[in-house]
């Protein structure tokens, strides 16, 4: 493999954008709105995620 | 109409109106800024319709709303983080007025000053380490001549998978002490899955580095070093990100 060990890039990979997004960040919950715990936000997404790999590699 | 909440993407510091001119919020919606003391909280408005408690359960399951709310929540953040101290909230934090907003703010505020203050001038980059995998096709092997024989091979293979991956740890150690010489701090996160990132080889490391701006070429230039230092294995970093790993409270 030859592909240079750094990307300077600002455009982040959405499994990247998702760990960090789903994961931490200011924690402020909604007033009300948001009463779904992180943790289950993760799993949500991750089985989106999986469903439509899974779905893909079918094809 | 539906009814509308207030999307939170970040809390900043010193953040004017123009800083954020020309970009669109979730759903076109138009970006504001809500100022309480020295913290100013970047929202705009959505329909709670979508965003609501019910709505955000359906569409967190659809991959299309998925990214398409993260990248917009992530275009965002860059704008902001690019010229003032960004700490960036989780996705879809939602508030039903300005005033609830402001209310969070006074709460947190000394959590979100302290986090504030350890971003001011610094980037993430994300360095992950990965066994590599050979480029070249296996050489053909004779078929087993016995069950007792194809069961001495499986296990032959599985023990120089786990030398392999044992040895990528230990790059990925040292790899590691090398980098925290330039970084201001460091978070593990759980390797991933490759059914999701689309890797090859096993992900032994997969670490965000709180980075100064100042120190951003030192960084990278070890990082070539240990990328070159240990070939047997993957070092692929990337970046520079908004702070995303380094600005959550204390209490998560």
Known sequence: MSAPPVEDTRAIALVDLLDRLLGTGVVIAGDVV??????DLVEVS?????RTVEEDSHE | MAEQGRYLYAVCRGLTPEAVDGIAGLGGGRLSLVAE???????SPVDLDEYGEEGLRSNLERLDWLEEAARGHDAVVQ?????APTAPTRLATIFLDDEGVRRRLREREDAITAALDRVEGHEEWSVKVLT???DAEPEPVPV????AEYLRRKRQEQEDRSAGDRDAHVAAEKVHEALVTVVAASRRLPPQDPRLAG???TMVHNVAYLVHRDRSDDFVTLVHEQSDAYP?????ARGPWPPYSFAMLDEA
């Open chain 2, 79 to 83: 704008a902001a983080a690019a010229i």
């Open chain 2, 199 to 201: 890797h090859q080889g």
């Open chain 2, 144 to 147: 087993a001549s016995s069950g």
């Open chain 2, 232 to 236: 047997e294995v993957v070092v692929d």
């Open chain 1, 34 to 39: 948001i009463s779904l715990a992180g943790v």
């Open chain 1, 46 to 50: 991750l089985r989106a995620l999986i």
């Open chain 2, 37 to 43: 003391g020295d913290l100013v909280a970047l929202v």
């Open chain 2, 132 to 134: 590599r995998v050979p």
